[in-house]
């Protein structure tokens, strides 16, 4: 069973730049969450995606963006970078347990680091 | 607004004893909670998770209770191990919000030999 993976593992850009980050949900999963963790916090929710649909954003502004790919695969896009978008960001998956009225145990990606100067 | 709160930033346990990690959460709507561990450069890792109809599980030396009227969540990691030693957050499943999880600030645990 291959877990989540993400790419790239790291990556420097400046501001007003804009970022593509991509994630593999694990196989058998539908539905893939992005995270942003800043230095010192724990991960905070930007969107959730299942089945090529956003289900549930955040309290992040429009210039983050996302997509599904029939893969279920994922990508987070962040446009107009500025200082403190700098984080780690956090792909998770899950089977989408809570659209069928159940618990959803989300699996994370181990994460892209994002530097933004 | 912090509706998952982890108030102990670090724990220092010998090895073989009891580690407790505590955390308190403010919404009645939270239905489904989930704790995670975390090494340095890796993602979270899923540990253990209760159901909101529970108030305990278990699993092999993680135990997860949960008081509802309290509204407080604890790991308690018996005996505890050196290789234990990370971040360790709890997250919470808000009922019928699209499994958005909300977490903690996370409580770094060290386990002494």
């Keep these: 069973e291959t877990g989540v993976t993400q790419s790239p593992t790291h990556l420097i850009k400046t501001r007003g730049q804009q970022v593509t980050l991509r994630c593999s949900s694990q196989s058998g999963h539908n539905t893939v969450s992005w995270y942003q963790q800043a230095l010192g916090q724990g991960p905070q929710f930007i969107f959730q995606y299942y089945r090529e649909e956003e289900n549930g954003r955040g309290n992040f502004p429009p210039r983050f963006s996302g997509l599904q790919f029939p893969n279920y695969s994922s990508e987070l896009n962040v446009n107009a970078l500025e200082l403190d978008d700098s984080a780690l960001y956090l792909c998770a998956s899950s089977s989408g347990g809570t659209l069928r009225g159940g618990p959803d145990t989300q699996y994370f990606g181990p994460g892209t680091r994002l530097t933004v100067l | ?113």
């Design chain 2, 1 to 113: 607004d912090q509706q998952v709160k982890q108030n102990s930033p670090s724990l220092s346990v010998q090895e073989g004893r009891i580690s407790i990690l505590n955390c308190d959460y403010t919404n009645s709507m939270f239905d489904y909670f989930l704790w995670y561990k975390k090494y340095p450069a890796e993602g979270p890792t899923f540990l253990i998770s209760i159901s909101s109809i529970k108030d305990k599980n278990e699993d092999g030396r993680f135990t997860v209770f949960l008081n509802k009227s309290a509204k407080h969540l604890s790991l308690h990691i018996v005996p505890s191990q050196p290789g234990d030693s990370a971040v360790y957050f709890c997250a919470a499943s808000p009922y019928n919000q699209g499994g958005k999880l909300i977490f903690g600030q996370g409580t770094e645990l060290s386990v002494k030999p």
